[in-house]
């Protein structure tokens, strides 16, 4: 009987709009991965406690509430789900921004230790595209989630571009996802 080899964790990061959920699900169905969104897991959750606090249920990047009260949650959440599927061998995506905790070098260590990614092959895949293609696909899928992001335009894109994940013991991928179809061969090869 062949070893099977362990399961992976892709880490999908990069801005709103960057185009992760793409990227994130092509990868599921052509990889056989279990897709794991953020949002799909914590929005109506997340929302209903900002509503409980007198806030938007979709106020996040202006509300300190959801920063400091919320947002781990939700990313431990996320984790805890990961975490099951990847102890049943099951490979995951992990479909979230995760740019609040780009600085801590040992981000992904602590993970490895506190969700048990025990023989996990760990990787991190930053979606990315310039500027004037993010503006245009954050205002194409007209979320109200965004609203804030277009209206301080300048202070977001600055935000983005002071946050480099320096996230270490992991495999680090940079992918450009400016193309209208994604370069298919491009992409999986680095998951084999």
């Given at each position: 009987m062949?070893?099977?080899?362990?399961?992976?964790?892709?880490?999908?990061?990069?801005?709103?709009?960057?185009?992760?959920?793409?990227?994130?699900?092509?990868?599921?169905?052509?990889?056989?991965?279990?897709?794991?969104?953020?949002?799909?897991?914590?929005n109506?959750?997340?929302?209903?406690?900002?509503?409980?606090?007198?806030?938007q249920?979709?106020?996040?990047?202006?509300?300190?509430?959801?920063?400091?009260?919320?947002?781990?949650?939700?990313?431990?959440?996320?984790?805890?789900?990961?975490?099951?599927?990847?102890?049943?061998?099951?490979?995951?995506?992990?479909?979230?921004?995760?740019?609040?905790?780009?600085?801590?070098?040992?981000?992904?260590?602590?993970?490895?230790?506190?969700?048990?990614?025990?023989?996990?092959d760990?990787?991190?895949?930053?979606?990315?595209?310039?500027?004037?293609?993010?503006?245009?696909?954050?205002?194409?899928?007209?979320?109200?989630?965004?609203?804030?992001?277009?209206?301080?335009?300048?202070?977001?894109?600055?935000?983005?571009?002071?946050?480099?994940c320096?996230?270490?013991?992991?495999?680090?991928?940079?992918?450009?996802?400016?193309?209208?179809?994604?370069?298919?061969?491009?992409?999986?090869?680095?998951?084999?």
């Amino acid at each position: 009987m062949n070893k099977k080899s362990n399961p992976k964790a892709i880490f999908l990061i990069g801005s709103a709009g960057a185009g992760k959920s793409t990227v994130g699900k092509f990868l599921a169905t052509k990889l056989h991965y279990c897709y794991l969104d953020k949002d799909i897991i914590a929005n109506r959750f997340t929302g209903e406690l900002l509503i409980s606090r007198g806030y938007q249920p979709t106020a996040r990047d202006e509300c300190e509430y959801y920063k400091k009260q919320v947002m781990d949650i939700e990313y431990k959440t996320l984790l805890d789900i990961a975490s099951e599927n990847l102890k049943l061998n099951n490979s995951v995506i992990l479909d979230a921004p995760f740019l609040s905790y780009f600085s801590d070098k040992d981000y992904i260590s602590k993970i490895i230790q506190q969700f048990n990614f025990s023989n996990v092959d760990t990787y991190v895949l930053e979606v990315f595209v310039p500027a004037e293609i993010l503006k245009q696909r954050i205002l194409d899928r007209n979320n109200p989630r965004d609203i804030w992001k277009l209206d301080n335009w300048d202070q977001f894109i600055e935000g983005i571009n002071q946050k480099k994940c320096l996230w270490q013991n992991v495999t680090y991928i940079r992918f450009d996802n400016s193309a209208t179809q994604i370069p298919e061969f491009t992409l999986l090869k680095n998951f084999e």
